[in-house]
């Protein structure tokens, strides 16, 4: 097993988004983050721990939608950042967008919630859970129902008795170091989520994955630091990114004399980068070369 994965607990980005792939996890989360039932949710596992060119980075939320076609987009947030609130906006923007994008009207847009699970104190209130709609600033009587929420767990409230004791237990859980996090909160959900943790640690497929996520994101910090430097640079991150795609490969079995010959021969790192995409989407060696 991977130290670094073995070691990871639930509030890091990659061991969170793993996490609530899965369909029934992310279903008690969302029932316990809004007090609410919720009979099934929709994992859209394209948007789930990849590497997004167009961001120039790396994305680990989690996208979602119920039975009622409503959407979720949840982040874990381990370090504190001043523009939560815009980036917030930036989040439920996109999801509008995508959607006006493939036909809907105005008038049949979803209801939309962005939330934050932070693992601190974003407005320094002392509550488990902060949620914001937007209201009419000269009368309570008049709603603008956009049906847009966005929320701000926080593992470090004190309000126990403002919420239920389900969310409680679960961001103590997400609160916990490592060894704390292996012990019994006395919550079935929490045992729940614990066994998935267990899972994902012991999967190959999760390991290799975890890797290259690593790979990427120091990659891409050597990207932002390459500046100025000389071309002989670039051609090391060319190779490195090739490097990476034939390792995301290797997990589909030997690969062809033509296809490491295509893939070495490509020059164009941004190419490399979306073909990085397309292999850890694809199901099989045939699913990715078909969508090379």
Request: hydrophobic residues 35%; proline residues 1%; aromatic residues 8%.
């Amino acid at each position: 097993m991977n130290t670094l994965l073995k070691n990871l607990t639930i509030k890091n980005n990659f061991m969170f988004a793993a996490v609530m792939s899965d369909e029934e996890n992310c279903k008690g989360f969302l029932e316990r983050a809004l007090s609410m039932k919720i009979d099934r949710v929709e994992i859209n596992t394209e948007k789930n721990i990849v590497y997004h060119p167009e961001y120039k980075g790396v994305r680990l939320d989690v996208y979602a939608k119920d039975e009622n076609n409503t959407r979720y987009n949840i982040e874990m947030q381990v370090l504190k950042q001043s523009a939560l609130g815009r980036r917030s906006r930036y989040y439920q923007s996109q999801m509008d967008m995508e959607l006006l994008a493939k036909g809907c009207e105005y008038a049949e847009l979803p209801d939309s919630y962005v939330i934050f699970l932070c693992d601190f104190d974003p407005f320094g209130e002392r509550k488990y859970r902060y949620t914001f709609r937007t209201a009419c600033e000269e009368t309570k009587k008049v709603s603008l129902k956009d049906g847009r929420c966005i929320m701000f767990l926080n593992t470090c409230g004190e309000d126990e008795q403002d919420v239920p004791k389900e969310l409680v237990s679960f961001l103590r859980f997400v609160h916990a170091d490592l060894k704390e996090s292996q012990t019994d909160f006395q919550d079935d959900y929490v045992r729940q989520v614990q066994k998935s943790v267990t899972h994902i640690k012991g999967s190959r497929e999760m390991e290799e994955r975890f890797m290259l996520l690593e790979l990427l994101m120091q990659d891409e910090r050597r990207e932002g630091r390459k500046e100025g430097r000389k071309e002989g640079r670039k051609a090391g991150e060319l190779e490195g990114a090739q490097e990476m795609l034939q390792m995301a490969l290797n997990r589909f079995g030997e690969l062809s004399e033509n296809l490491l010959k295509t893939l070495h021969q490509q020059q164009d790192i941004e190419v490399i980068r979306k073909w990085m995409e397309t292999a850890l989407q694809a199901e099989s060696l045939d699913d990715f070369i078909s969508k090379m």
